[in-house]
């Protein structure tokens, strides 16, 4: 069996997770593939059984909002234990990078190789064989699904966030080794730690949630009517880090993000004049906020891709896509969205 070496693979594959979320947006491949706004969605026995019987008013977690504010306040980090990556080996890299809502490790080895582990309070796609092999935790339902993936020395472990919402809100944790090994122990350590801190709660972020929630921006803006995606399924599930809007007929998103950066780049001059950025055929402007992320914690044990890919800023982007509208009414309408951008960061 060939063992290929780690150091350059994670080159790439962070890489790939940079643009495309890594692991963690990547899905089983499989035709049982569901999305995870399905399985939030789908009715259960008990449901379809009652469903003749009238429904009862909608708490905060059992609207979108709710569960949509529960995901921005959560922590990933607060999930993911130090103390239990760092039982695996000497901690390289701990943080978010990528995505809001996934924490993710490098693990540095005796063999000079590095393991990798992320956990997402968001998955994007989970498979049927996903949810496989229940077990329960100390009332937090785990599910093991079909093993360790020895081909890409991977493995998955799926549980519950212990919020009291009328359908099940899922956390993953991934690992991943080298060709060959089974990464299945620590995964499940992983879980198990997960499980424990959410004994009192889930963790909060410790930065104002409130600047992770696009919507409290347009909020601020006179005339802006937000659009109302409706329901949770599988074509319109939660976005908790983007909010719709409409701005003089044109739908605008903002959104608020993890991007990877040039380390020795300066940050957004929250004072420069709004240019809109063309992005093919569509309209967009975006600026950083916050200080510098850099999740990096033994240098030495990184290359220097994977080094400056621990590099990142929170961004918030303002796009209004392609439509018949006039360009300068385009431009204007993004324009107007962005001044309220700088206005609401700039007074923090």
Do not use: H
């Amino acid at each position: 069996m060939q063992v290929f070496k780690q150091r350059r693979r994670w080159a790439g594959a962070i890489t790939a997770a940079v643009a495309a979320v890594g692991v963690v947006a990547a899905g089983c491949s499989s035709a049982d593939d569901v999305d995870s706004a399905a399985l939030l969605s789908a009715p259960s026995a008990q449901e379809s059984a009652e469903s003749s019987a009238a429904a009862a008013p909608e708490t905060p977690l059992q609207t979108r909002a709710g569960i949509e504010q529960v995901l921005r306040d959560t922590d990933p980090c607060g999930l993911l234990s130090k103390e239990v990556l760092s039982q695996a080996g000497a901690l390289a890299q701990y943080g978010s990078a990528v995505q809001l809502a996934v924490c993710a490790a490098l693990i540095g080895r005796p063999d000079g190789e590095l393991t990798r582990v992320e956990l997402a309070v968001q998955p994007a796609m989970l498979g049927v064989r996903d949810l496989e092999g229940r077990t329960d935790i100390d009332g937090v339902a785990v599910f093991r699904g079909p093993g360790p993936d020895l081909k890409q020395g991977r493995c998955q472990r799926v549980f519950t966030l212990k919020v009291p919402t009328d359908k099940p809100l899922y956390a993953t944790v991934r690992t991943a080794g080298i060709v060959g090994e089974d990464t299945c122990a620590l995964a499940d350590d992983v879980v198990n730690a997960a499980v424990a801190a959410m004994a009192d709660g889930l963790p909060p972020r410790q930065k104002d949630a409130t600047l992770l929630d696009p919507c409290a921006v347009v909020d601020t803006v006179e005339g802006v009517e937000r659009i109302d995606p409706g329901p949770i399924t599988t074509d319109t599930p939660v976005t908790p880090f983007e909010c719709r809007v409409m701005v003089d007929n044109i739908p605008v998103v903002v959104s608020v993000g993890v991007k990877n950066t040039d380390p020795s780049a300066q940050p957004s001059d929250p004072n420069a004049d709004i240019d809109e950025v063309r992005s093919g055929s569509a309209t967009q402007w975006s600026r950083s906020v916050g200080p510098e992320i850099d999740i990096s914690l033994e240098p030495e044990l990184l290359d220097t891709p994977t080094r400056e890919l621990g590099y990142a800023r929170v961004v918030v982007t303002v796009r209004a896509a392609p439509s018949d509208a006039d360009p300068d009414a385009i431009s204007g309408a993004v324009a107007q969205i962005a001044t309220a951008v700088n206005a609401l960061y700039n007074a923090q």
